[in-house]
Structure formats: structure tokens, C-alpha cells
């Protein structure tokens, strides 16, 4: 019987895995690279966590799945909505392998709550609740009892200390997890993915480029860590296995981030029902020409006010839930003069039926030619149009505009409340590190080849090539393809003909067949099903 085994590691990158490996740090990754074939994974063009999960579990571009960012924008009702499982109108590779009488196991992959039915087990991933977090539904009384947690309670830019021991804790129980449904079940396909790798090199890109004697190991320790479990991880499994380790995306060093809906409001495409006092001085400063370093002194006041304010008030006391704050976002906005709004990094959405495309172009060109204030350096290496990069029934559901940074570069979308800010933040006091768009792959198995490189691979490959391994038929609608070169030339993987499936399509034709009949047809089919007629 073929077995696949699925490592995921969020925010997994080259660039730090490969010096710790020359350093003889990470053993199991070190065995793994010589005995499989590895390379980058091109991620999806938009490489976010979400939608980078979700392309790789569906084989399909965003256009096809609806969805991308962890906040969708409706344009008719003016709603900024949290991103879901439900968002993602696909079948997913577990879809497919249960409905072939495969089991399957898949644990903490993020945006894979609410749990959905699966022939196995699921337990949900980040960033959605604790509650309600498996399928099926029992399985979460039995792992809480282990002390099983999604997601970490304490802050990773306020309480590091605490962060970095309780992320090491929950690495050690998600892969104990892992562990004891590997060993119990006989599962043909599982999936283990380590989330936690993401946010630790967000906040710690700083310390480990700096050497700082507290924190400058943060991301080497963690990865020791993960090395050390997945070594564990892999002796659970029993028999012969292909395993594929995988990241969503890739890691690098940040480089400044950019308010991008403070500029859509100082510019006047985003406009809201009132403007703080900071953020008028940023506007005097970006109207009258100052120059970047000028924003000190005007700003200098507001930061005293709101410092006071804030201490008067306790506001920091008070700071509302991410949902609350998006609510408010979208309440603030005055619609009918806002034409651009950004409800995700690196993203924007047109918010007027307006087909004037003077102004998107005029926009595309100031973003396009937007410059490190300090540096002078270029910011921007495109700005598409949604259309330009992705395809599918669902394209009309995603952000009308893609920024495509430079490399260290991020779009932020915070929203904009009473506090103002400036348009840059090159403090790195939050993130330190970003995403790239090369994650890592290893592929190693009985017909792989050993220690051979490629960089080849993309994102939405992984389920036509399991699907391969599997010998099952794969929807027509997949945009990747069978990685064939990573199979020993005369395997029979090597030789099997890629078999393609409209399976879909007929899919999709039923349900809408379904759709169509009429009450009284639904009833008289249930009673011929039933044998009454
Ligand atoms: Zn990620």
C-alpha cells in the first residue's frame, strides 16, 4: 500500500535552513536532503500564508478558490469579513483521497477551520479559534487533555521570553500529536504542519541578524527543535512512505513597511469620516514636499497628545479584537468619495463601479514608482491587475490590484483609527523579517531520486504529483503539473502515464443539476431513492 507523509512548514526558507545544515545543526533535514530530491517551491504570485495553503491543497490558483489575505472585502454591502475554510471553493487533495476510500490525517494547517468532514481525522490551524476545533468533533475533548493549543496566548513583540518558551512547548505538542494518531491509525496520507516557524522569524530576523546575545538564536533554537521532531515524527510512521516536506512561502529580511491606507488617504483615493491631528501633519508634510526626516518635528506634537491621551484614557487597556478594529475600519470609510481601500497586505480593492481607468492607472503608476524615502531604492517590482496574474470563476471575489514588492518590502494594510502614524515604519519593532516567494521542497520515497537538486518545483504541483503517487485520476482543473523528473527514471512512477479526471466539472454539474430541480422533483427523487415510487 502507498503512504504519504506531508511536512509543512510555514515560512520555510533556504536561506536559513542552509547555513544551520553546514553547521551540522539540523541532522534529520541533512539525511532527508540526501536522500531526496530538493530544491525551492515556487510559491502561488500572491505569497501569503493565505491563500499559499490553500494552493497548494487544492492544486489551483486563487482565481479558482475565491479568496486570498485574511480579509475579504464585499463591495456591494462595504463589509471586511475574516477569511474562513468556507472562503475556499475547492476540493481539497483529502477531499479527493477519501472519496477513493483513503484515510487521511491533517493537522494544523492554517485556514482549515471550520473543520470539514474528512475520511480520518483533522484538527484545525491557525488563526482561528481553540473551540471547535476538530473533526471529528470528539477528538478535541481527548487532545485537549494532552493540553493541546492552537494558537499562543502571549505576545511575540511584548513578551518574548514567555513567547519563545510557550512556541516551543506548543511545537513539542502539535508534533506529539502528530506522533500518537501515526502510531494508533493506519492513515495513507497525513499531513503535519508547523506553523509556528512563521511568527518566530517575523519578530526575531532582527536578533538573528545582529548577532544579539538574548535572542540572536530564537530562530536556530527553533529550528533545531523542528529538526529534532520531525526525526521523531518520521520513525511513527510504519512501512515504506513518501514523504514531502514543504512550505508555504519562503523568509527574508525586512526592509520597511508601508502604511499603504494612510498613502490611499494622503493621497486622497481612501477617504474617512474624520483625520487625526498626526495624520494632517503628515499631510502638511507630504503636500508641502518636506522631506522624510522633516515628519519629526511635525509630528513630534501629535505623538506627545496621544501618548496622553492614550495614558488618560487607558486605551491601551482597552485594545479591541482584530475583527472589532476591522468593523470600525470599514465604518470610518467615507464611501462615496473613497475609491481604493486595502484590507490585506499587499492588495487593494477599487471600491467605486467606476470604469474609469485614468485613475487605476494613475495609481498603479505612483505605487509602481514609490522609493525608500532613506535610500532612494526602488520599492516596487509590479502592480498587477488580478486578472493579469490569476484565473477562475471566482476572480471576481479577490482585490483588484497586487503589489509585488521588492524583496523586504511590505504593504501594510493597517486600518486607520485615531492614532495616526507615518506612512513608513522602518523601526522593525513588529516584523523583522518577511516573506519571499521561494519556500523550500524535499521529496523522498522508494521511486524518488536521491540527493538530487531542483528548482522546479511550484506550489500548485503537490497535488497532481500525490495524486500520481497515489495512481488516482486528477481534476483537469489543477494549474500544476506531475513533478515526473523527481521519479528514478525507470520507476514505474517514471512510466505511468499521467491520468487526468473531469472530475470537477461533473461534480460541479451535478450540484448545479441538483440546484435546478424544483421542490416537487427533489421530493419525488428522495421517494424513488427511498423505493416508494
Ligand atoms: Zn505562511
Not at 37 to 56: D, F, H, I, Q, R
Not at 74 to 100: C, P
Not at 426 to 450: C, V
Request: glycine share 8%; net charge positive.
Amino acid at each position: 500500500m502507498v503512504k504519504v507523509l506531508v511536512i509543512g512548514i510555514d515560512c520555510g526558507s533556504w536561506n536559513v535552513i542552509q547555513p544551520l545544515v553546514k553547521e551540522g545543526k539540523l541532522p534529520t533535514i541533512k539525511k532527508l536532503m540526501d536522500s531526496s530530491v530538493w530544491g525551492n517551491l515556487k510559491s502561488c504570485e500572491y505569497y501569503y500564508t493565505s491563500p499559499a495553503w490553500k494552493c497548494y491543497s487544492t492544486g489551483k490558483n486563487p482565481g479558482k478558490l475565491g479568496a486570498i489575505g485574511w480579509w475579504s472585502f464585499d463591495k456591494n454591502d462595504k463589509s471586511i469579513s475574516l477569511v474562513s475554510s468556507r472562503s475556499f471553493k475547492s476540493k481539497e487533495l483529502w477531499d479527493i483521497l477519501g472519496e477513493h476510500g483513503l484515510k487521511c490525517g491533517i493537522i494544523n494547517m492554517p485556514l482549515t477551520f471550520p473543520p470539514k468532514c474528512v475520511n480520518g481525522v483533522l484538527v484545525t490551524g491557525p488563526p482561528h479559534p481553540d473551540e471547535g476545533c476538530t473533526y471529528p468533533p470528539d477528538l478535541e475533548k481527548e487532545i485537549k487533555q494532552d493540553g493541546y493549543r492552537i494558537n499562543p496566548k502571549f505576545d511575540l513583540s511584548i513578551d518574548k521570553d514567555k513567547a519563545i518558551s510557550e512556541i516551543a512547548d506548543l511545537i513539542n505538542k502539535h508534533f506529539l500529536l502528530g506522533e500518537k494518531l501515526l502510531k494508533k491509525s493506519d492513515f495513507d496520507f497525513f499531513q503535519h504542519v508547523i506553523f509556528l516557524t512563521d511568527p518566530i522569524q517575523h519578530h526575531f530576523w532582527k536578533h538573528m541578524e545582529e548577532g544579539d546575545p538574548k535572542y540572536g538564536n530564537a530562530i536556530e533554537d527553533c529550528w533545531k527543535l523542528v529538526d529534532l521532531r520531525i526525526g521523531k515524527l518520521l520513525d511513527s510512521v510504519n512501512g515504506d512512505c513518501y514523504t514531502i516536506i514543504m512550505s508555504d512561502h519562503g523568509a527574508t529580511a525586512s526592509k520597511g513597511a508601508f502604511r499603504l491606507n494612510l498613502w490611499l488617504n494622503l493621497r486622497g483615493y481612501l477617504h474617512l469620516r474624520s483625520h487625526s491631528f498626526k495624520n494632517m501633519t503628515e499631510r502638511v508634510r507630504i503636500k508641502l514636499g518636506f522631506p522624510y526626516h522633516m515628519r519629526f518635528p511635525l509630528s513630534l506634537l501629535g505623538n506627545i497628545l496621544i501618548k496622553f491621551g492614550r495614558a488618560f484614557f487607558n486605551i491601551n487597556q482597552q485594545r479591541s479584537a482584530r475583527e472589532k478594529i476591522r468593523s470600525t475600519q470599514a465604518q470610518n470609510i467615507l464611501w462615496k468619495k473613497t475609491k481604493v481601500l486595502s484590507v490585506d497586505q499587499d492588495c487593494m480593492y477599487i471600491t467605486v463601479d467606476d470604469n474609469d481607468l485614468g485613475f487605476e492607472n494613475e495609481l498603479i503608476d505612483e505605487i509602481r514608482n514609490l522609493r525608500n524615502p532613506k535610500s532612494g531604492e526602488k520599492v516596487v517590482r509590479d502592480v498587477k491587475r488580478k486578472e493579469e496574474l490569476f484565473e477562475g470563476k471566482y476572480l471576481h471575489q479577490l482585490p483588484d490590484l497586487i503589489i509585488i514588492p521588492e524583496d523586504g518590502y511590505t504593504f501594510m494594510s493597517t486600518p486607520l483609527s485615531g492614532s495616526a502614524q507615518n506612512v513608513w515604519d522602518f523601526s522593525r519593532k513588529g516584523w523583522s523579517g518577511t516573506h519571499s516567494l521561494n519556500g523550500i521542497f524535499m521529496a523522498n520515497g522508494p521511486a524518488i531520486k536521491r540527493g538530487e537538486k531542483t528548482d522546479e518545483a511550484t506550489i500548485y504541483d503537490l497535488v497532481p504529483t500525490i495524486l500520481h503517487i497515489f495512481g488516482l485520476p486528477i481534476p483537469t482543473d489543477v494549474d500544476g503539473r506531475v513533478l515526473k523528473e523527481i521519479f528514478e527514471e525507470n520507476s514505474e512512477l517514471a512510466k505511468r502515464p499521467v491520468i487526468y479526471e473531469k472530475r470537477e466539472r461533473k461534480w460541479q454539474e451535478a450540484k448545479e443539476k441538483k440546484h435546478r430541480l424544483s421542490e416537487e422533483e427533489q421530493i419525488a427523487e428522495r421517494l424513488k431513492n427511498l423505493g416508494y415510487m
